[in-house]
């Protein structure tokens, strides 16, 4: 049982609080498929997909370049290529869910309406690490040929934080706007 007075932050907290579960209990991950995923709800969850596989091809390719398995031009041009895609489609998406998707969304049910509060504070605290995470992409894509491997390194030590805080709110987000479209429908979502 998940305390809702325990410390929500994104940093901190390990999924939704039970007071925000109440329509998850309803419609369980596993019966999503089963419930009737509309096209707009699979776009919606295929574009969290596409970001956790960028996260963790930039890792990868990061690692490969650290480690020499990788040429220093093809992993320059492809973290400028992921890395622009990442932090542009991400940026689009916060936009689009905070100034579309949760003012409609959080109307249809007044039980679940802090959890909004809560995804839009996380999208707050996860600008701080895409502004992070573009200065340490750019400081490898400026660095020179001795400089190149320490920025590389502390890039990917940035990436290895952002990602899980990054999954956490994805998941999150699943966990409560999957319910709600679910039970009350698309109305409003344009
Ligand atoms: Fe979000
Ligand atoms: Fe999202």
Same mark, same amino acid.
């Given at each position: #049982?998940?305390?809702?007075?325990?410390?929500?932050?994104?940093?901190t907290r390990? @999924? /939704?609080?039970d007071?925000?579960?109440?329509?998850?209990?309803?419609?369980?991950?596993?019966?999503? =498929?089963?419930?009737?995923?509309?096209? /707009?709800?699979?776009?919606?969850?295929?574009?969290? #997909?596409m970001f956790?596989?960028?996260?963790? &091809?930039?890792?990868?390719?990061?690692?490969?370049?650290?480690? @020499?398995?990788?040429?220093?031009?093809?992993?320059?041009?492809?973290?400028?290529?992921?890395g622009?895609?990442?932090?542009g489609?991400?940026? @689009?998406?916060?936009?689009?869910? $905070?100034? %579309?998707?949760?003012?409609?969304?959080?109307?249809?049910?007044? &039980?679940?309406?802090? @959890?909004?509060?809560?995804?839009?504070? $996380?999208? %707050?605290?996860? $600008?701080?690490?895409? %502004?992070?995470?573009?200065?340490r992409?750019?400081?490898? /894509?400026?660095?020179?040929?001795?400089?190149?491997?320490?920025?590389?390194?502390?890039?990917?030590?940035?990436?290895?934080?952002?990602?899980?805080?990054?999954?956490?709110?994805?998941?999150?987000? =699943?966990?409560?706007?999957?319910?709600?479209?679910?039970?009350?429908? =698309?109305?409003? #979502?344009?």
């Amino acid at each position: #049982m998940r305390d809702a007075g325990a410390d929500l932050a994104l940093g901190t907290r390990d @999924g /939704l609080p039970d007071a925000l579960r109440v329509l998850l209990a309803e419609f369980p991950r596993e019966e999503w =498929e089963k419930a009737g995923l509309s096209p /707009l709800i699979r776009f919606w969850l295929d574009r969290h #997909m596409m970001f956790r596989k960028l996260t963790v &091809r930039l890792a990868a390719d990061a690692r490969a370049a650290i480690d @020499g398995r990788a040429d220093p031009r093809a992993h320059a041009a492809a973290l400028s290529r992921f890395g622009g895609l990442f932090v542009g489609e991400l940026h @689009g998406h916060h936009h689009v869910e $905070d100034a %579309h998707y949760f003012p409609v969304l959080s109307r249809h049910d007044a &039980r679940l309406e802090t @959890g909004f509060g809560l995804l839009d504070a $996380d999208h %707050h605290a996860l $600008d701080g690490h895409l %502004h992070a995470f573009v200065e340490r992409a750019n400081a490898v /894509l400026q660095a020179d040929a001795v400089a190149r491997h320490d920025a590389t390194g502390r890039f990917l030590d940035g990436l290895e934080g952002f990602a899980p805080l990054l999954e956490r709110h994805l998941t999150d987000e =699943e966990d409560l706007v999957v319910p709600v479209l679910l039970k009350y429908g =698309e109305r409003g #979502m344009g």
